[in-house]
């Protein structure tokens, strides 16, 4: 099992930046891949970042490439995304999530098997 929680979202002026956090407990976290993913009102949960285990191997969306980092702390079981020069179009509930059994960078939702409750990132005009 694997607990998640996300943490650091808010409101922000596009351009701003944000940086969400995500702690994990339960199994070991150095031992399994994790990602970003949100969902727009009305939309279908997208892909966002993928880290492997490592934290070496790193897979972005196109529409946040450039701008946004994941990144991982596996001393502190912790996972990151800071999001920068943010647009309105990035406004959603952003997930964490956690593959445990695949091994592969994430780059769907497709075989994540944990997930955060998310954290609300809204962007303004």
């Known amino acids: 099992q694997v607990q998640l929680v996300e943490s650091g979202g808010g409101l922000v002026q596009a351009g701003g930046s944000l940086r969400l956090s995500c702690a994990a407990s339960g199994r070991t976290f150095s031992n399994y891949a994790m990602g970003w993913f949100r969902q727009a009102p009305g939309k279908e949960r997208e892909f966002v970042a993928g880290?492997?285990?490592?934290?070496?191997?790193?897979y972005y969306a196109e529409s946040v490439k450039g701008r946004f980092t994941i990144s991982r702390d596996n001393a502190k079981n912790t996972l990151y995304l800071q999001m920068n020069s943010l647009k309105p179009e990035d406004t959603a509930v952003y997930y964490c999530?956690?593959?445990?059994?695949?091994?592969?960078?994430?780059?769907?939702?497709?075989?994540?098997?944990?997930w955060g409750q998310g954290t609300q990132v809204t962007v303004s005009s």
């Open positions: 880290i492997s285990w490592t934290g070496r191997s790193t």
């Open positions: 999530a956690a593959d445990t059994h695949t091994g592969m960078v994430p780059s769907t939702t497709t075989g994540m098997d944990y």
